[in-house]
T-cell receptor, first 112, second 113 residues
Framework: DTAVSQTPKYLVTQMGNDKSIKCEQNLGHDTMYWYKQDSKKFLKIMFSYNNKELIINETVPNRFSPKSPDKAHLNLHINSLELGDSAVYFC???????????FGQGTRLTVV | AQSVTQPDIHITVSEGASLELRCNYS??????LFWYVQSPGQGLQLLLK??????LVQGIKGFEAEFKRSQSSFNLRKPSVHWSDAAEYFC???????????FGPGTSLSVIP
């Protein structure tokens, strides 16, 4: 009965490919996020999204795009993958008060 | 500029010993403060948070943290460490909107049996 679930857990792909990572939360939260954790474990927010507003971290390349079919889902689509995109990507969600974030288990993306 | 520092990249303690993980921040206003734990291969789990009130905050798994405004610190403590506490610990600061939360670089904790 996972609160925030991501698929796949591992993803290995070649440079130049397009891939998607899916995220679903069953907490009834309004806002969802994507984070990137690099090889040094540094966590950086990429996007936050609720049903009204998408906030993009300006440092995120436009090859990355979040897609939300409904309030419980926020998928991450990545075009033209590069070696530097290799990282662990975490999905998270918060309630309206944003007093706590619940994280998924992460997707380890390896670009070869 | 807003920032979070965790001076210790890696700490090793013996099981049963006490633990203190340091966190210092630079923030324009009184921040919201969080400690998260990441076990190997897992997502982040909230240990505790401070928004206002009592500066000593109790969390899950026997952890506590103390907010010291004068030192811009929010150090995490546990009186007796268990082997299962071995993980990566992240301090985070933010304000009302979570998309403005900044994570520190993390401290990796190893526990010797």
């Amino acid at each position: 009965d996972t609160a925030v679930s991501q698929t796949p857990k591992y993803l290995v792909t070649q440079m130049g490919n397009d891939k998607s990572i899916k995220c679903e939360q069953n907490l009834g939260h309004d806002t969802m996020y994507w984070y990137k954790q690099d090889s040094k474990k540094f966590l950086k927010i990429m996007f936050s999204y609720n049903n009204k507003e998408l906030i993009i971290n300006e440092t995120v390349p436009n090859r990355f795009s979040p897609k939300s079919p409904d309030k419980a889902h926020l998928n991450l689509h990545i075009n033209s993958l590069e070696l530097g995109d290799s990282a662990v990507y975490f999905c998270a969600s918060t309630n309206t008060q944003a007093t706590e974030a619940f994280f998924g288990q992460g997707t380890r993306l390896t670009v070869v | 500029a807003q920032s979070v520092t965790q001076p210790d990249i890696h700490i090793t303690v013996s099981e049963g010993a006490s633990l203190e993980l340091r966190c210092n921040y630079s923030y324009g206003a009184t921040p919201y403060l969080f400690w998260y734990v990441q076990s190997p291969g897992q997502g982040l789990q909230l240990l505790l948070k401070y928004f206002s009130g009592d500066t000593l905050v109790q969390g899950i798994k026997g952890f506590e943290a103390e907010f010291k405004r004068s030192q811009s610190s929010f150090n995490l403590r546990k009186p007796s460490v268990h082997w299962s506490d071995a993980a990566e610990y992240f301090c985070a600061v933010g304000q009302t909107s979570y998309d403005k939360v900044i994570f520190g670089p993390g401290t990796s904790l190893s526990v010797i049996p």
